[in-house]
């Protein structure tokens, strides 16, 4: 699979994602998503179609509180997801651009 990313696997553009790309980018890490997986990365998506901004991880656990519970919705939940973190991998397979946290700390 052919796509323009960064120097550490990011999509350039946003828009070239799909669920394809995701499994992709997914199995680059050896990580199979199942269906919360693919609850956050959804969540991700249209939260990013509806600001134009990459949702940072504590809009995210606001949302989740919404649809899974205050129980559930934890920084703990999200690393079980992506052991790699939000940013690193959660973002990444959703098809996002590098955060700048990211930038920043390198």
Same mark, same amino acid.
């Given at each position: *699979?052919?796509?323009a990313?960064?120097d550490?696997g990011? #999509?350039?553009?946003?828009?070239d994602w799909? &669920?394809?790309?995701a499994?992709?980018i997914?199995e680059q890490? !050896?990580? &199979? %998503?199942?269906e919360?997986h693919w609850?956050?990365?959804h *969540?991700?998506? !249209?939260?990013?179609?509806?600001?134009?901004?990459v +949702? &940072?991880?504590r809009?995210?656990l606001?949302?989740?509180k #919404?649809?899974?519970g205050? &129980?559930?919705?934890?920084?703990?939940?999200?690393?079980?997801?992506f052991p790699y973190?939000?940013? !690193?991998q959660g973002c990444?397979?959703?098809?996002m651009?590098k +955060?700048?946290k #990211?930038? %920043?700390d #390198?």
């Amino acid at each position: *699979m052919e796509l323009a990313t960064d120097d550490d696997g990011f #999509l350039l553009d946003p828009d070239d994602w799909n &669920e394809d790309v995701a499994r992709h980018i997914a199995e680059q890490t !050896q990580l &199979e %998503l199942n269906e919360d997986h693919w609850r956050v990365i959804h *969540m991700i998506r !249209q939260l990013y179609t509806d600001s134009g901004v990459v +949702p &940072e991880l504590r809009t995210i656990l606001k949302q989740l509180k #919404l649809t899974i519970g205050k &129980e559930q919705a934890t920084r703990k939940y999200i690393y079980n997801l992506f052991p790699y973190g939000y940013g !690193q991998q959660g973002c990444k397979i959703a098809g996002m651009r590098k +955060p700048l946290k #990211l930038w %920043l700390d #390198l």
